[in-house]
T-cell receptor, first 112, second 113 residues
Framework: GQQLNQSPQSMFIQEGEDVSMNCTSSSIFNTWLWYKQDPGEGPVLLIALYKAGELTSNGRLTAQFGITRKDSFLNISASIPSDVGIYFCAGHLVFGNEKLTFGTGTRLTIIP | EAGVTQFPSHSVIEKGQTVTLRCDPISGHDNLYWYRRVMGKEIKFLLHFVKESKQDESGMPNNRFLAERTGGTYSTLKVQPAELEDSGVYFC???????????FGPGTRLTVT
């Protein structure tokens, strides 16, 4: 069954606004990864997190590995049109098992 | 450096036919994964190769799906016979040994009619 709850499902914002999305689980994750998918493309890795409490930035993107290891958030500052797409969180549930469990995605739309 | 490539990008087949999807991982990546996203659902794991060996195939839906990675380079995923519920986007990903970051290909959109 679904083990990663990602919210919100969709967001409609204006260019320049900040964005925040998160993933939560009842299970402990060993890593958290954030991906972005554009139409017709595969998921592109944005940020990888490996330690509880870790806060990592990649340009205007910032992500954190929750201290309980059951959640993670992704923030995007000063959104621009190319930020449009679907954002997925993903993680490794079991140490040593490489399969990723994915969230259901957050669709970001920028209103002109 | 070339990324993960997949072929074909789209495939439309009739129920009962066979389809073979191909994935070429990033050069030097021992780990290769197959995932699938069906309409409106999350991306789900199918299986994981380490070089030519199947490390984890717990996500394979049933025995109509066969994955191979002969020689530890490219991989194929065959669906035989295809059913309507097999429709979706099939992604391949690869990673270096002992690294968590998986890099995805563009996917193959499979439509079974």
């Amino acid at each position: 069954g679904q083990q990663l709850n990602q919210s919100p499902q969709s967001m409609f914002i204006q260019e320049g606004e900040d964005v925040s999305m998160n993933c939560t689980s009842s299970s402990i994750f060993n890593t958290w990864l954030w991906y972005k998918q554009d139409p017709g493309e595969g998921p592109v890795l944005l940020i990888a997190l490996y330690k509880a409490g870790e806060l990592t930035s990649n340009g205007r993107l910032t992500a954190q590995f929750g201290i309980t290891r059951k959640d993670s958030f992704l923030n995007i500052s000063a959104s621009i049109p190319s930020d449009v797409g679907i954002y997925f969180c993903a993680g490794h549930l079991v140490f040593g098992n490489e399969k990723l469990t994915f969230g259901t995605g957050t669709r970001l739309t920028i209103i002109p | 450096e070339a990324g993960v490539t997949q072929f074909p990008s789209h495939s439309v087949i009739e129920k009962g036919q066979t389809v073979t999807l191909r994935c070429d991982p990033i050069s030097g990546h021992d780990n290769l994964y197959w995932y699938r996203r069906v309409m409106g659902k999350e991306i789900k794991f199918l299986l994981h190769f380490v070089k030519e060996s199947k490390q984890d195939e717990s996500g394979m839906p049933n025995n109509r799906f066969l994955a191979e990675r002969t020689g530890g380079t490219y991989s194929t995923l065959k669906v035989q016979p295809a059913e309507l519920e097999d429709s979706g986007v099939y992604f391949c990903a690869s990673s270096q040994a002992d690294r968590g970051e998986q890099y995805f290909g563009p996917g193959t959109r499979l439509t079974v009619t």
